[in-house]
Structures are given as structure tokens and as C-alpha cells.
């Protein structure tokens, strides 16, 4: 098979290690942004790394030109971490292309479909001029909740006024089938310190006689849901906008996705929260999740022990009509008022994002999906989605534009997770999709 235009370069890019979250990737982090500058020069457009308080942003744009739209794309090239390194069936940062997908770590999320949108805007530059003024804004934070670019878009709101942002970092339903996705979650994260005795014990000694933070933990998380999928905590469904009969039915006619979210997940059975389809409960409903919870000995054998401490990390995704402040808020009493006697909390906030939800049947909305058309043929599946892109609700608080989110990751692209994979087709449609779209963008 030849290989296609363009495919080099995301092999390239992908090397880099730019995980957002590990102090130690800082420098590759720099290195990826300062690689996409160039990149991006080299294709004709002026681009610039911009500093923020943490990882750089890469902002590009052509020269723009009055009575013109101006289309702001925006992408990541950040990536979460990519252990557990030993799952992964090749290194997790030396791109490996099997059965027509490139594995790696950012294959899909974010590079592949990043470089869908260079690619294109290569083509487009060799073959003459956009047809729409462009601001390419690439930042390198997202997958830590894009702390510093909201106050970026603040600071430079002059610079980046523009008539609506496009973004593929979203998925699809299926292979070849166009998606426009018009809503996401958002997204609460905290950790929480269960703290008891001031040292561990000997719990031959002592057990009895104080609370186990162990024990207090688990008791706190069992809290969290009632038996029937609900989130238990007092006034969390206050503000939540109910799911539309309009979408519920739309969504009904992509089919039952029970078959495939069990098969994806490998789960023995799905639950969720009661008279809820599994997309509703994925893409429109909110939920509660422990990440991650622990405390005490883990090694091997047994200890006898009360250790001093324990904790947990919750995230909370949220839709449209909750406030992340709010809910973590709302979260800190319910823990607080549920906090087992004999142990103390400490409770820190972690990033917030919030909800999103557009008009799909809007203009631009109609003009994204008709590009969707042209790259995919076929019905364009209108869906909203579980996952979160905090910066999406800034754009409009800030700018005052819509997102438009034209997502090519497919169901089983395993993207945070080992063996993260991107099909060559895909990067291909990307190809075309981004074209499409400038030229929609330009005309409606
Ligand atoms: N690309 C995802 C967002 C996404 C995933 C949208 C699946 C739709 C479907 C993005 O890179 C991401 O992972 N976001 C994080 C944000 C968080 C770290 C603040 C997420 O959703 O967990
Ligand atoms: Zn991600």
C-alpha cells in the first residue's frame, strides 16, 4: 500500500512524548510545540509559540483578508501519560503501523486528527490560497483541563476574534459514517483525604479503639449512588437540562449500542442509571466516578496495619445546565455530611470544565455537516458525546462563537488506554473533511 501525502509527518510528530501532566516531559513537550512551528511555517502560514504559565501555545494564521470569514481551528498536542507501558503490544511513543492503524500514544487522540487538519491546509496552500481567513490555535494543556487558556483567549481576544472554531477531536459511530457531534460533557475533578490516626498502627493494638480511614473511604464512595445508577448527592440533578424528544429519537435511530459498549468495554454487564439507553447515559446524562482509591498496605502477604490515611479521586461529568463549581460544592457538603466520626477530611479541587451544547441545525452546523456528506457519503449522525474539551464553553463566553466538533476517532481507537490506535483512512478523510469544511465555511 503507498503510503499517503502527509502521513510522514504525523509519523514524526507522533514521536514525541508530549504528556501534559508529567513534569519530567516538559522539554518534549517544548520540542513537539516548536516542531509544529516550523511545520507550520513551512507550509506558508506565519506561526508563532506563544508562552502561557505552563506548556506553550502554537498559534498560526494566514494573511486575512477584509469581507472574509474567519475560521478558528484548534487542536492539542498534548497526550495523557501511556502506562501501563508493559500493555502495550508496541513502544508506546515509536508510531507502529498494523492492519492499516498507526499505534501510539496520541494517535488518535489528538495528533492524527490534528494533522488531518495541517495536511489539509497544506494541500489547500499548494494549490493556491484558503478561502476563509484562518487562526490555527494548538495548545498543549488540554488533557490537564486547559488551565491557562481561557485567561490566553482573554488576553488576546482582539487577536482571535473569529466567526466560529472547528475542532476534530471527537469521535465517530461507526466507520465511514460522517458524525457531528453538538454537545459534550463536562467535567469536576477532586481528591479527597480521608485522615485519621497521626501514625499507622498496629491494628492488633489499636483495632477497635479508632476509625479505619480504610474502612471510612470505602464507606464515603459507597455514598456516592443509590442501588438504581443515581448519583446520591443532594441537589446534583437540580439544574440538569432534560434530554430533548427530538435527540432521544435521533439517537434511537443509530440502533441499540448496549451489544457494542459491552464488547468495547469487556464488562460482564452494563449498569447505569434507570430508564436510560446506554448512549443517553454516556452522552447526556451526569455521573459520578471514583478514579481512583487507596490507602494501607498493597504489597505482598499481609500487614497488620490501620494505616493513617487513605483517599480517593472522584471526577464528576457533567451536562448541560451543571456548573462545576457548583457541583463541587454540592460534592464537599455531601462528603462532609457523610464523613464517618473518628476521621478527618481534606478535600482539594482539581479541574473544572464546562458542559457544552450547540444548535446542530444552526448555519455553520448545516455547513459542517455538509462537508461531514461530502467526505463520507451518507446520513451524518447528529450525537452528543460522554467526554469533555473544557475549553469549547470558553470559546463562546469569550469569543462569542459556536464550536462546530468533527470528530474521526472510532469506538475502539483506545485512546487514553494502551494501544491506542488511528486508521490511515481516517487521517485520510481528515485530509479531505478539513478542505471541505473551509470551503462550506467560506460560502454559508
Ligand atoms: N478528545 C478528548 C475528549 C473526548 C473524548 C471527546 C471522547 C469526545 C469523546 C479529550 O482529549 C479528553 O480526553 N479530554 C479530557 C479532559 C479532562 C482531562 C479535563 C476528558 O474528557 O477526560
Ligand atoms: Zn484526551
Same mark, same amino acid.
Given at each position: 500500500m503507498s503510503t499517503p501525502p502527509g502521513l510522514d509527518d504525523l509519523l514524526t510528530l507522533l514521536r *514525541? &512524548? %508530549?504528556? %501534559? =501532566?508529567? &513534569?519530567?516531559?516538559i522539554g518534549d513537550v517544548r520540542d513537539c510545540a516548536s516542531w509544529l512551528m516550523a511545520k507550520l511555517r513551512s507550509i506558508g502560514l506565519s506561526a508563532e509559540i506563544r508562552e502561557t504559565p505552563g506548556h506553550p501555545v502554537v498559534l498560526a494564521r494566514n494573511v486575512h483578508q477584509a469581507g472574509r470569514r474567519t475560521v478558528m481551528l484548534y487542536a492539542h498536542y498534548d497526550v495523557q501519560p501511556a502506562? &501501563?507501558?508493559?500493555?502495550? +503490544? %508496541?513502544? /508506546?511513543?515509536?508510531p507502529t503501523i498494523r492492519d492499516g492503524r498507526i499505534y501510539c500514544r496520541g494517535a488518535t487522540d489528538n495528533k492524527g486528527q490534528l494533522m488531518g487538519h495541517l495536511r489539509g491546509l497544506e494541500e489547500l496552500l499548494a494549490e493556491g490560497d484558503l478561502p476563509v481567513n484562518l487562526i490555527f490555535l494548538i495548545e498543549g494543556e488540554e488533557e490537564i483541563g486547559s488551565p491557562n487558556l481561557k485567561p490566553f483567549l482573554e488576553q488576546y481576544r482582539e487577536e482571535l476574534k473569529c466567526d466560529m472554531v472547528a475542532i476534530s477531536d471527537t469521535g465517530m459511530v461507526g466507520p465511514g459514517l460522517g458524525t457531528f457531534t453538538y454537545g459534550l460533557r463536562g467535567i469536576a475533578c477532586m481528591e479527597v483525604r480521608v485522615k485519621g490516626p497521626t501514625i499507622d498502627l498496629h491494628s492488633g493494638i489499636f483495632g477497635g479503639a479508632v476509625m479505619n480511614p480504610n474502612t471510612a473511604v470505602a464507606r464515603l464512595a459507597a455514598t456516592l449512588h443509590d442501588d438504581e445508577g443515581r448519583? /446520591?448527592? /443532594? @441537589? *446534583?440533578? !437540580? !439544574?440538569v437540562l432534560p434530554l430533548q424528544t427530538w435527540e432521544r429519537q435521533a439517537w434511537e435511530g443509530l440502533g441499540d449500542s448496549s451489544a457494542e459498549t459491552l464488547t468495547l468495554t469487556g464488562s460482564p454487564e452494563l449498569f447505569g442509571e434507570? @430508564?436510560? =439507553?446506554d448512549m443517553e447515559r454516556r452522552w447526556g446524562r451526569p455521573t459520578a466516578e471514583i478514579n481512583g482509591i487507596g490507602g494501607g498496605y498493597q504489597g505482598a502477604g499481609s500487614k497488620t496495619v490501620i494505616p493513617r490515611e487513605a483517599m480517593m479521586k472522584l471526577s464528576f461529568r457533567l451536562v448541560p445546565g451543571q456548573d462545576p463549581d457548583k457541583i463541587m460544592a454540592l460534592a464537599e457538603a455531601h462528603l462532609n455530611a457523610h464523613c464517618p466520626k473518628g476521621v478527618r477530611l481534606e478535600i482539594i479541587h482539581g479541574h473544572v470544565g464546562m458542559p457544552y451544547v450547540t444548535d446542530p441545525h444552526s448555519a455553520f452546523g448545516a455547513a459542517a455537516q455538509r462537508a461531514l456528506t461530502a467526505t463520507f457519503g451518507g446520513k451524518v449522525a447528529l450525537i452528543r458525546e460522554g467526554g469533555s474539551i473544557p475549553i469549547v464553553q470558553a470559546f463562546k463566553d469569550v469569543l462569542g462563537v459556536e464550536t462546530l466538533l468533527l470528530g474521526l476517532a +472510532? &469506538? !475502539?481507537?483506545q485512546a487514553h488506554a494502551p494501544n491506542e490506535n488511528y486508521p490511515i483512512a481516517n487521517f485520510e478523510a481528515g485530509v479531505k473533511l478539513n478542505k471541505a469544511l473551509l470551503a462550506e465555511l467560506a460560502e454559508n
Amino acid at each position: 500500500m503507498s503510503t499517503p501525502p502527509g502521513l510522514d509527518d504525523l509519523l514524526t510528530l507522533l514521536r *514525541f &512524548p %508530549s504528556v %501534559s =501532566t508529567n &513534569p519530567a516531559n516538559i522539554g518534549d513537550v517544548r520540542d513537539c510545540a516548536s516542531w509544529l512551528m516550523a511545520k507550520l511555517r513551512s507550509i506558508g502560514l506565519s506561526a508563532e509559540i506563544r508562552e502561557t504559565p505552563g506548556h506553550p501555545v502554537v498559534l498560526a494564521r494566514n494573511v486575512h483578508q477584509a469581507g472574509r470569514r474567519t475560521v478558528m481551528l484548534y487542536a492539542h498536542y498534548d497526550v495523557q501519560p501511556a502506562e &501501563p507501558l508493559n500493555e502495550w +503490544l %508496541s513502544p /508506546a511513543f515509536e508510531p507502529t503501523i498494523r492492519d492499516g492503524r498507526i499505534y501510539c500514544r496520541g494517535a488518535t487522540d489528538n495528533k492524527g486528527q490534528l494533522m488531518g487538519h495541517l495536511r489539509g491546509l497544506e494541500e489547500l496552500l499548494a494549490e493556491g490560497d484558503l478561502p476563509v481567513n484562518l487562526i490555527f490555535l494548538i495548545e498543549g494543556e488540554e488533557e490537564i483541563g486547559s488551565p491557562n487558556l481561557k485567561p490566553f483567549l482573554e488576553q488576546y481576544r482582539e487577536e482571535l476574534k473569529c466567526d466560529m472554531v472547528a475542532i476534530s477531536d471527537t469521535g465517530m459511530v461507526g466507520p465511514g459514517l460522517g458524525t457531528f457531534t453538538y454537545g459534550l460533557r463536562g467535567i469536576a475533578c477532586m481528591e479527597v483525604r480521608v485522615k485519621g490516626p497521626t501514625i499507622d498502627l498496629h491494628s492488633g493494638i489499636f483495632g477497635g479503639a479508632v476509625m479505619n480511614p480504610n474502612t471510612a473511604v470505602a464507606r464515603l464512595a459507597a455514598t456516592l449512588h443509590d442501588d438504581e445508577g443515581r448519583v /446520591a448527592i /443532594a @441537589g *446534583f440533578y !437540580d !439544574d440538569v437540562l432534560p434530554l430533548q424528544t427530538w435527540e432521544r429519537q435521533a439517537w434511537e435511530g443509530l440502533g441499540d449500542s448496549s451489544a457494542e459498549t459491552l464488547t468495547l468495554t469487556g464488562s460482564p454487564e452494563l449498569f447505569g442509571e434507570v @430508564g436510560y =439507553t446506554d448512549m443517553e447515559r454516556r452522552w447526556g446524562r451526569p455521573t459520578a466516578e471514583i478514579n481512583g482509591i487507596g490507602g494501607g498496605y498493597q504489597g505482598a502477604g499481609s500487614k497488620t496495619v490501620i494505616p493513617r490515611e487513605a483517599m480517593m479521586k472522584l471526577s464528576f461529568r457533567l451536562v448541560p445546565g451543571q456548573d462545576p463549581d457548583k457541583i463541587m460544592a454540592l460534592a464537599e457538603a455531601h462528603l462532609n455530611a457523610h464523613c464517618p466520626k473518628g476521621v478527618r477530611l481534606e478535600i482539594i479541587h482539581g479541574h473544572v470544565g464546562m458542559p457544552y451544547v450547540t444548535d446542530p441545525h444552526s448555519a455553520f452546523g448545516a455547513a459542517a455537516q455538509r462537508a461531514l456528506t461530502a467526505t463520507f457519503g451518507g446520513k451524518v449522525a447528529l450525537i452528543r458525546e460522554g467526554g469533555s474539551i473544557p475549553i469549547v464553553q470558553a470559546f463562546k463566553d469569550v469569543l462569542g462563537v459556536e464550536t462546530l466538533l468533527l470528530g474521526l476517532a +472510532l &469506538p !475502539d481507537c483506545q485512546a487514553h488506554a494502551p494501544n491506542e490506535n488511528y486508521p490511515i483512512a481516517n487521517f485520510e478523510a481528515g485530509v479531505k473533511l478539513n478542505k471541505a469544511l473551509l470551503a462550506e465555511l467560506a460560502e454559508n
